[in-house]
């Protein structure tokens, strides 16, 4: 019998993003995530007593900002070597764009696979053979798969890829290749990395993305973690997926049409939080509350948005191990503009005008010239992070624009008594 693991993208020492902010917020978890993650991994290898372990690139998450990065995985490394347990690599964008990596030795018990052509490993004492080929550079475009040399017959053959395949959203379109290429070689396993999210591409053969070890901000929602794989008589006998990760990311979403009171809407927030705390297995819970539904306190909620959020987070808090990213409000009216328009009230001139009501990204920054200022004088990471700010796409400016709309007509409709 054989056993390995299959993991990738770590992203070892990558930031968490979303809690940073705020003052409650768990630091030492979201600073050490990623690491507690990987020694989670670790714990899993020698517990199972696996045989070699597989990281399908993405290790490392950028350039380090020094060898203490390198240092912990050395010293990991150093664990499972005394365990007999050897690691077989191959990187990724991110790793290619490090560029310490490629000067740091490697502990004797790990492999990383060749950067110019792809290269194949024999383990000959478990009939396994591992074929692989690292980034050379960030930006891979070419179909490293096509080059992989076909299947040998006398092993158990494994190949090892970091690749959008045939593209995934919110991934780039490295190393590019088909389902077809990957079966025309013959081989008994892929093991995939890129892709953070886990998905079992095929099972004859199997094609497997792990996903990451460690969601690092809310886009990566879920259980997090690695594939345990078990050959048995030269065939896959088993393919499980583990948890691993330290600090889960959930959107919660809450349906207010019922609520009539303050009361009823924190009940419900409070009965939404804990059914993501039972579906997050006494892991720390970083939730996005979304507010949804025609009700009646719709116009309650967005005339004090920042106060809602602040109780909001206090309901959070009182969990413990619940904390509040962001508030997303999505409520309705429970009456439609069309009711109210039909109205012989004064009011309703005013809500016909706000609902044709022109916002675009020019008439933003005329009405608030300094913005624009501002906006200049921002780091890049700040426009280029997962939610930048001042964004002015279209969409956003749309999404924007109905937020203001929906917030000067509950104005209107609560102090006017209209609703």
């Known amino acids: 019998m054989v056993k390995f693991i299959h993991t990738a993208d770590i992203h070892l020492d990558s930031p968490l993003k979303g809690l940073e902010t705020h003052e409650d ?24 007593e696996v045989d070699f372990i597989l990281i399908a690139g993405d290790l490392y998450d950028g350039d380090w900002k020094d060898y203490n990065t390198g240092l912990f995985f050395a010293s990991r490394m150093g664990r499972l070597s005394k365990a007999g347990i050897k ?5 990724g964008n991110h790793d290619a764009a490090n560029q310490i990596t490629k000067t740091m030795p490697l502990p004797d018990n790990v492999t990383l696979f060749s950067l110019r052509k792809p290269q194949s490993v024999k383990l000959d004492d478990f009939g396994v053979i591992i074929h692989g080929q690292s980034y050379s550079f960030r930006a891979v475009t070419d179909n490293l798969a096509s080059q992989y040399p076909q299947n040998d017959s006398n092993y158990f053959n494994i190949g090892l890829l970091h690749t959008s395949l045939t593209g ?29 999210k886990r998905e079992i591409v095929s099972q004859d053969p199997w094609i497997v993305f792990p996903g990451n070890i460690q969601g690092r901000h809310i886009k990566e929602t879920g259980a997090k973690g690695a594939t345990l794989v078990t050959v048995e008589e030269g065939r896959i006998a088993e393919v499980e997926a583990r948890e691993l990760d330290v ?22 927030v409070r009965e939404g939080f804990e059914q993501e705390l039972e579906q997050a297995n006494g892991k720390t819970l970083s939730l996005r509350l979304i507010l949804t539904g025609r009700c009646p306190v719709h116009a309650q909620l967005l005339d004090r948005t920042t106060q809602w959020a602040e ?39 005013l809500l016909q005008s706000i609902q044709h009501l022109e916002l675009d990204g020019d008439t933003i920054f005329g009405l608030v010239p300094e913005l624009s200022a501002l906006k200049s004088k921002l780091p890049a990471e700040i426009h280029s992070s997962d939610e930048p700010f001042l964004d002015l796409s279209p969409d956003k400016i749309a999404e924007l624009r109905t ?14 008594g209209t609703g």
């Not at 919110?170 to 990395?193: I, N, R």
């Not at 206090?314 to 109205?343: M, N, Y």
């Open 87 to 91: 690691v077989f690599i191959v990187s």
């Open 25 to 48: 917020a768990p630091v030492d978890e979201i600073r050490g995530a990623t690491r507690r993650a990987f020694d989670n991994l670790i714990e899993l290898a020698i517990e199972e």
């Open 168 to 196: 995934r959203e919110g991934h780039e379109d490295y190393a590019p290749c088909t389902l077809d290429d990957l079966k025309s070689k013959g081989y008994d396993y892929w093991a995939l990395g890129h892709v953070h």
């Open 247 to 268: 600090l889960r990311w959930a959107t919660c979403q809450v349906d207010l049409s019922e609520c009539e009171t303050s009361d009823m809407v924190y009940d419900a």
């Open 311 to 349: 109780e909001f987070r206090g309901i959070a808090a009182g969990f413990g191990d619940v904390w509040l990213e962001k508030v997303k409000f999505q409520t309705s009216r429970k009456k439609s503009l069309v009711e109210i328009f039909s109205e012989d009230t004064p009011i309703a001139g």
């Open 403 to 416: 937020e203001v709309q929906e917030l000067l007509i509950a104005k209107l409709l609560r102090h006017g």
